[in-house]
T-cell receptor, first 111, second 113 residues
Framework: SQQGEEDPQALSIQEGENATMNCSYKTSINNLQWYRQNSGRGLVHLIL?????REKHSGRLRVTLDTSKKSSSLLITASRAADTASYFC???????????FGKGTMLLVSP | EAQVTQNPRYLITVTGKKLTVTCSQNMNHEYMSWYRQDPGLGLRQIYYSMNVEVTDKGDVPEGYKVSRKEKRNFPLILESPSPNQTSLYFC????????????FGPGTRLTVL
């Protein structure tokens, strides 16, 4: 069953602004992953944060994880038009070998 | 180039006509998986395999079959397709026998009439 839920469903910003997307999940996780999907294409892995980590950075990406609130956020700083895509969080539950994806956030970055 | 390939990329078929979507990866990955993506529902896992000859059901396995006879290949079989299987299908793989840092194929858009 789906457990990752992203918020907002859609986000529209201007180039140079920061974009923040949130994800909530319901059960205990081993890790939480973020993926990007350009329209109708395959997903691309962005970053993985483990349950014992609170924050992780990769280039212009910053991910936080709050296991007490069962939530994560993805921050993209200084957004570019090329960041326009859908972003999905995916959780791997503790003790399981499956990945559960949320429904995604559509990000539109206007020049 | 490290990649996951899927064939065909587009397929229109009729109800009941058996079909196979192939998936191959050249990264020696142990874990492979099939997902379907539908508007408003996100990605849902159909089947996965943690290694050769090891397969298991995901969230929506009904109407699908898989096999993992070789490490690089993980075909998805629809024995008797129905219109509710019209969807965008993705194959994915990852290095260890767990779904961390998955590499996705380009997708197969299937229409069942």
């Amino acid at each position: 069953s789906q457990q990752g839920e992203e918020d907002p469903q859609a986000l529209s910003i201007q180039e140079g602004e920061n974009a923040t997307m949130n994800c909530s999940y319901k059960t205990s996780i081993n890790n939480l992953q973020w993926y990007r999907q350009n329209s109708g294409r395959g997903l691309v892995h962005l970053i993985l944060i483990r349950s014992n980590e609170r924050e992780k950075h990769s280039g212009r990406l910053r991910v936080t994880l709050d296991t007490s609130k069962k939530s994560s956020s993805l921050l993209i700083t200084a957004s570019r038009a090329a960041d326009t895509a859908s972003y999905f969080c995916a959780s791997r539950n503790s003790g399981y070998s499956t990945l559960t994806f949320g429904k995604g956030t559509m990000l539109l970055v206007s020049p | 180039e490290a990649q996951v390939t899927q064939n065909p990329r587009y397929l229109i078929t009729v109800t009941g006509k058996k079909l196979t979507v192939t998936c191959s990866q050249n990264m020696n990955h142990e874990y492979m998986s099939w997902y379907r993506q539908d508007p408003g529902l996100g990605l849902r896992q159909i089947y996965y395999s943690m290694n050769v000859e090891v397969t298991d059901k995901g969230d929506v396995p009904e109407g699908y079959k898989v096999s993992r006879k070789e490490k690089r290949n993980f075909p998805l079989i629809l024995e008797s397709p129905s219109p509710n299987q019209t969807s965008l299908y993705f194959c994915a793989s990852s290095f260890e026998g767990i779904p961390d840092t998955q590499y996705f194929g380009p997708g197969t858009r299937l229409t069942v009439l």
